[in-house]
């Protein structure tokens, strides 16, 4: 079982929805970061999280530390907004850093 | 800006030969990453350094893989022989000190294709 998962692996919506890119975890971990990959692109990171919520434009992270989970929402979702989405923990007990699979986002026109 | 810089960008090389990439990280950061990433794997960590030293390098073939930090400038991955199934985008990233969690910063990347 991986260390972190991702959900849903792909996910395809129409422009202006509201999008949501769910991450679990089950290692104990010091930071969350949410990553962004365009096709044939280099990773941008978008938040790192270690408690609460944090809110860039239309991106929004969440994290709750008892449940380990994190969630992504995009709001008002665009066709710029077609990437994907990469969840990583920074474990707390030697500071690996844990990818998830990531997520691809299709938005439609 | 500061930024994370890897060349080359793009290697093609046939198998048997000697592939060496290279990372500088962002000045100040102690922390720094090597990935692959792959159509099938996705990104898979290959080994981390802090301070210079190797932490962990267990997701690196021993037999061929080699990382290295000569110095707080320069981090290097070797392949040697290189095989066709290295073929991949390798990343490097750096982070400040870990007690401060700081963001990751990742380069372009290195696109190996091994013939």
């Known amino acids: 079982k991986n260390e972190v998962e991702q959900s849903p692996q792909n996910l395809t919506a129409q422009e202006g929805e509201f999008i949501t890119i769910n991450c679990s975890y089950s290692?104990?971990?010091?930071?969350l970061h949410w990553l962004q990959q365009h096709p044939g692109g280099g990773i941008v990171s978008l938040f790192m999280l270690s408690s609460g919520k944090k809110k860039h434009g239309r991106l929004i992270a969440t994290i709750n530390i008892q449940e380990k989970h994190s969630s992504l929402h995009i709001t008002a979702s665009h066709p710029r907004d077609s990437a994907v989405y990469i969840c990583a923990v920074r474990s707390n007990r030697d500071d690996k850093i844990i990818f998830g699979k990531g997520t691809r986002l299709h938005i439609l026109p | 800006d500061a930024r994370v810089t890897q060349t080359p960008r793009h290697k093609v090389t046939e198998m048997g030969q000697e592939v060496t990439m290279r990372c500088q990280p962002i000045?100040?950061?102690?922390?720094v990453f090597w990935y692959r990433q792959t159509m099938m794997q996705g990104l898979e960590l290959l080994a981390y350094?802090?301070?210079?030293?190797?932490?962990?390098d267990s997701g690196m073939p021993k037999d061929r893989f080699s990382a290295e930090m000569p110095d707080a400038t320069l981090a290097t991955l070797k392949i040697q022989p290189s095989e066709p199934r290295d073929s991949a985008v390798y990343f490097c990233a750096s982070g400040g000190l870990a007690v401060y969690n700081s963001p990751l910063h990742f380069g372009n990347g290195t696109r190996l294709t091994v013939t």
């Open positions: 350094f802090r301070n210079r030293a190797p932490l962990d």
């Open positions: 290692v104990g971990i010091s930071a």
């Open positions: 000045l100040g950061h102690n922390t």
